[in-house]
């Protein structure tokens, strides 16, 4: 959490620091590894994510012929 914290005071004031810093913050919420919490959150995404794939893929009959513009 003082990792977090530090992380948090040096953000500049303006606000956000576009889509660079975003894509920090989220590389480093990935790959915090002290931080059970976000360790769990994140693989029960991927795992969302896998099972939403694997459902939404598995109707696709790729033998089947295509339509013809």
């Known amino acids: ?3 977090a914290a530090a992380a948090v005071a040096a953000a500049p004031a303006g606000g956000s620091a ?3 810093g975003w894509l920090r913050s989220a590389y480093r919420f990935v790959t915090d590894r002290n931080d059970f ?3 769990l959150l994140v693989n029960l995404g991927l795992f969302a ?3 939403w794939v694997a459902r939404n893929l598995t109707d696709i009959d790729l033998m089947a012929p295509q339509p013809v513009p």
Do not use: E
């Open 1 to 3: 959490m003082a990792a």
């Open 18 to 20: 576009g889509l660079r």
């Open 37 to 39: 919490r976000r360790n």
């Open 49 to 51: 994510a896998g099972v």
